[in-house]
């Protein structure tokens, strides 16, 4: 028998012996400033919610009879319209003056830079009472020869320019130029070879666009454009100023006719959470296609809650797979 290898087998044997007593002697320092900040933020939020909960002001009978009430799923659905409408528009009109930005044309870039300067640079709230007013600029409006020419087909602006024309009018093209600063930086995003490798193989400039270049964009694209989506359902209380009958419109004709103005505002904050909570979800899945590997659902939403925990959660799921290759 080799001493030398029994001596290394006892060596090895004894390693995770070792290992395993320096573990458990690492201790944590002790830290009373961050457990009296968690104490505080806990009875803060307990105050909060009782205060919430039994404030004989708010009269939480009138939310839950308004919750489900007609009137309100009617705004709700308005609501949920525009904002489905808004940014499929928004994303089309995007996606086209991000390709105008990104040309070799100076006059198309020029376009685009002008188009995003401007919507980009005034508030949505002008312009969507510039829109509900449009009819004291053009009384008429219609389809013909430019420059004061013949007209073939003519309307009369207030007929068309309803609330909620203007409404989609001023979300989507206000959309537009913030989907389309997303857009380009997903396609500058894309290492320029993908490019040249379609080309290569005879695509066209758009089958490389919608083949290659979009597919591989979505990634960078996706997490803003998700964020977009949920400003947007919450920015479309904007339309209340122009009575576009949506979730916040109806519910401000409510509170003015039995003057219940915090239940109701309280019965339209619980539906924006619960569509910005859907949206959440979705685009969580979204991510998840276009980023295999991506957290679970329940992790992100524990890192979120409980700072430290993702990082935590992560190291528990590598550990198996390490005891495992070993």
């Known amino acids: ?24 002697r690492v201790t944590r320092r002790p830290r009373p400033g961050h457990w009296l900040a968690v104490l505080a933020a806990a009875l803060f939020t307990a105050w909060l919610a009782y205060t919430v909960i039994v404030n004989p002001h708010l009269h939480w009978d009138v939310v839950v009879d308004h919750l489900f009430d007609g009137v309100i799923l009617e705004g709700l659905w308005v609501t949920v319209q525009l904002t489905l409408i808004s940014m499929a528009a928004g994303v089309a009109i995007g996606v086209l003056i991000a390709v105008m930005q990104l040309s070799g044309s100076p006059v198309l870039r020029l376009t685009a830079g002008a188009y995003t300067w401007f919507f980009r640079g005034t508030p ?5 009472i510039f829109w509900f007013n449009l009819a004291l600029l053009f009384p008429v409006i219609g389809i013909g ?57 005879g695509m066209s400039n758009r089958r490389i666009l ?34 576009g009958a949506d979730l916040m419109t109806v519910s401000q004709h409510l509170y003015l006719a039995n003057f219940e103005v915090i239940a109701l505002l309280m019965v339209a904050s619980i539906w924006y959470l619960v569509l910005t909570t859907l ?19 329940r992790r992100r939403v524990l890192g979120d809650l409980v700072p430290g925990r993702t990082g935590r959660a992560q190291g528990a799921d590598r550990t198996p797979a390490k005891e495992g290759a070993s």
């Not at 029994?6 to 004894?14: F, L, R, S, V, Y």
């Open 1 to 24: 028998m080799n001493p030398h290898g029994t001596a290394a087998g006892h060596a090895q044997a004894g390693a995770p012996d070792q290992d395993d007593d320096l573990a458990l």
């Open 124 to 128: 949505l709230l002008v312009q969507l």
């Open 145 to 201: 020869v430019p420059f004061d020419g013949p007209k073939f087909v003519e309307w009369q602006t207030n007929l068309v320019i309803t609330g909620f024309v203007a409404a989609l009018l001023g979300l989507s093209i206000n959309e537009g130029a913030y989907m389309a600063e997303i857009v380009r930086a997903g396609i500058q995003s894309v290492d320029p070879g993908q490019r040249e490798a379609g080309a290569s193989i």
């Open 210 to 243: 919608t083949r290659i270049i979009l597919p591989q964009a979505m990634r960078v694209i996706i997490p803003p454009f998700g964020n977009q989506f949920i400003s947007m359902l919450k920015t479309t209380s904007l339309v209340s100023v122009i009575a």
């Open 279 to 297: 949206a959440s979800v979705a685009q969580h899945f979204i991510e998840r296609h276009y980023t295999p590997g991506a957290a679970p659902l």
